[in-house]
């Protein structure tokens, strides 16, 4: 029974890998692509992980795929962040049809 | 110009669905192992969305499209590593999935401080 519900979130997972790189193609812009790709991604692997816990059961492989399910939920909004923060400094351009910047305001407040 | 591009989008679903729908080259696989109709299909499904990424890793406009393209596939490769622990039964394929993820955020984050035009040790 529990394989079954393990195999359910593996294919819930792909379904949310798979439209988050569609998203990452068909998207106009930098930021939209980041925040597209990366929330989608990262819940995907992470079902995928919790599935494969689900099938293999509590031995070495299933708890070191709990720890990977912990240390991507850490590491992978930082580095998101990162990444659009150092976009955004370096400027790169938002898309034509963007409605509002609340960084660029805040920069202007700083200085 | 957009018809060629209609056309070409319509020729990559129709081989996506193909190779999801018929599963071919079975001998990439183990045949004997536990749910290898459902694995077989996710492998297929994360192969072809990984190909996607590097679509916009070789053609991105900017940098930024670049490196954020790295990191989604650092982050997919872990899945692909957790489907090969469940259909060949080794458990060190995981381990491989925990040292990719810690070497993708590191260079995530290099790439980034590197981006925004600054030495490394600020």
Redesign the interface.
């Known amino acids: 029974m529990s394989?079954i519900i393990g195999?359910v979130f593996?294919?819930v997972?792909?379904a949310f890998?798979?439209f988050?790189?569609?998203g990452?193609?068909r998207l106009p812009d930098?930021y939209n692509?980041?925040q597209a790709?990366?929330k989608s991604?990262?819940l995907?692997?992470c079902s995928?992980?919790f599935?494969?816990f689900l099938?293999?059961g509590a031995?070495?492989?299933g708890l070191?795929?709990l720890?990977?399910i912990i240390?991507?939920l850490l590491?992978?909004p930082?580095?998101?962040h990162?990444?659009a923060?150092?976009?955004h400094?370096?400027g790169?351009k938002l898309w034509d049809k963007s409605v509002i910047d609340r960084y660029a305001e805040d920069k202007e407040g700083e200085i | 110009m957009k018809i060629i591009r209609w056309f070409l989008g319509a020729v990559v679903l129709i081989v996506i669905i193909a190779m999801v729908v018929v599963r071919p080259f079975p001998f990439l696989f183990y045949p004997d192992l536990p749910?290898i109709g459902?694995?077989g299909r996710?492998m297929y499904?994360?192969v072809?969305?990984?190909a996607?990424?590097l679509?916009?890793v070789f053609m991105g406009p900017?940098g930024?499209?670049r490196?954020?393209?790295i990191?989604?596939f650092g982050?997919?490769i872990?899945?692909f590593c957790?489907?090969l622990?469940?259909s060949t039964g080794r458990?060190w394929y995981?381990?491989i999935?925990?040292a990719w993820?810690?070497q993708s955020?590191i260079a995530?984050?290099a790439?980034?401080?590197y981006?925004?035009?600054k030495g490394f040790d600020e």
Do not use: P, Q, W
């Open positions: 394989d195999l593996i294919a997972g792909l890998d798979f988050g790189c569609l990452l193609v930098v692509r980041l790709a990366t991604v990262t995907g692997t995928i992980l599935g494969t099938i293999v031995n070495a492989a070191k795929s720890l990977c240390f991507i590491t992978s930082v580095a998101a990162a990444v923060r150092g976009a400094r370096a790169f | 749910y459902v694995l996710a499904i994360l072809l969305a990984c996607l990424c679509y916009r900017t930024a499209d490196i954020v393209a990191d989604i982050i997919m872990i899945g957790a489907v622990t469940i458990s995981i381990d999935g925990i993820a810690l955020f995530t984050l790439l980034s401080k981006l925004e035009g």
